[in-house]
């Protein structure tokens, strides 16, 4: 049988007395936050590089010995699994002139080696071979390692701190409470990958982001008919922490809806977790959709479907929804990417200086005002507003 996810014991995110959305308000975004060089170099060190983001799937690093090579901002970093089921990471660049060492993830590595000069590695990163070792001075090797990231697991998934160990703090406490319990009722680390598509778009990763975080656009871009779009006017927005998450009912079950609360069943149910991914998740199966920044204008795009597993012979229509329905998703998902050409278009005109907001998109306007308390050397937390009044815009059926 497969797994169906249930609300069990978690908060409402629809009803009376949920407020609708948070009371961040209509307000405008600088266009320059998209283009600004400086300002990207600022974001790979401030935020991008002290931040918990994903890295892979648990699985594509199951066994001891599989590593996983990630690049991304500029850089190059290493995953392994350990023998005792751990996992170590380390930045995937040689201590002797800088090159890459591990050009590839693969399976059953015990060391590494760089190709230009052959200095060794362990699969932890420290140096244990260098060729005419007696032609160096014996001080500048003593203990040489590749500096190490942070690395932990959680939902599946494979998470690294670049900067190194520390410096973000634990992961499960880098996830806002609300949206991490309300993510783990789909228990995405008993899910399983069906495919992952990737775009390189030529974009700032944070267009990505917010094209994600709104569903402003699902009528205008994706064709979203008049009732779903009216449905769609109950939707709720919430704000936690550097998180936020928004809950979009399904077509015609609204009234179930607010009868039974129950939206694992009966909505979309988005999570942006800070600061490169955003979970869509359904009760039938999850898309994580990451942006990995590569320039200020360049961004890869990554789509992963996941559903649950399940034996074939158990659950054949369980397997056909799930292709069935993630065909078009990946449809619906070329949209946006389509669009993000007349986004590059003019990301450097001299006409587009603002972004006006609306009170709906204010889990973009949260993600920016993250991101800005993190370049100025904060923590990116304290940032939610004060609870909207009891109620406040929320769907009453
Ligand atoms: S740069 Fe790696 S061995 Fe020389
Ligand atoms: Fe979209």
Excluded at 212 to 225: D, I, K, R
Aim: charged letters at 25%; one cysteine or more; proline letters at 5%.
């Amino acid at each position: 049988m497969v797994f169906q996810p249930t609300r069990g014991n978690l908060p409402a995110r629809f009803g009376p007395g949920v407020p609708g959305v948070p009371a961040i308000g209509p307000t405008t975004l600088d266009a320059e936050v998209y283009r600004d060089p400086e300002r990207y170099e600022q974001e790979r060190i401030k935020v991008l590089n002290r931040s918990w983001q994903i890295i892979c799937r648990s699985e594509q690093v199951a066994e001891p010995g599989d590593h996983h090579v990630w690049e991304g901002h500029g850089e190059s970093i290493v995953i392994t699994r350990r023998e005792d089921g751990g996992l170590d990471g380390f930045h995937n660049v040689c201590a002797h002139r800088g090159a890459r060492i591990v050009a590839e993830s693969g399976t059953k590595a015990r060391r590494f080696t760089c190709k230009w000069h052959n200095w060794a590695y362990d699969t932890e990163g420290r140096v244990t071979g260098v060729p005419d070792r007696p032609d160096f001075d014996a001080t500048m090797l003593a203990g040489l390692c590749s500096p190490a990231v942070d690395v932990d697991e959680w939902g599946g998934w494979v998470w690294a701190v670049l900067a190194g160990p520390g410096v973000a703090g634990p992961l499960k406490d880098w996830i806002a409470p609300e949206v991490r319990d309300d993510l783990a009722a789909f228990r995405m680390e008993d899910m399983k990958l069906v495919e992952k598509v990737e775009w390189e778009v030529d974009v700032n990763w944070k267009v990505a982001i917010d094209a994600f975080s709104e569903y402003y656009h699902a009528q205008a871009l994706h064709g979203m008919g008049g009732k779903e779009a009216k449905d769609a006017r109950h939707s709720t927005m919430h704000v936690h922490g550097r998180n936020g998450m928004y809950f979009v009912p399904f077509l015609g079950v609204l009234e179930d809806l607010l009868r039974t609360l129950d939206h694992t069943r009966y909505a979309i149910c988005n999570y942006q977790l800070f600061p490169t991914a955003v979970a869509n998740c359904q009760a039938l199966h999850t898309q994580v959709f990451r942006a990995v920044p590569l320039g200020v204008t360049k961004t890869r795009f990554e789509a992963w479907e996941l559903r649950y597993e399940t034996d074939e012979n158990d659950d054949p229509e369980y397997l056909r929804q799930v292709d069935f329905f993630w065909e078009i998703y990946k449809a619906v998902v070329q949209q946006d990417i389509d669009e993000w050409t007349d986004v590059a278009a003019t990301t450097h005109s001299s006409a587009y200086r603002t972004n006006i907001l609306s009170k709906r998109e204010c889990i973009i306007a949260h993600f920016h005002r993250v991101i800005e308390d993190m370049l100025a050397g904060g923590d990116g937390l304290g940032l939610e507003p004060a609870p909207a009044e009891d109620g406040a815009d929320a769907p009453t059926g």
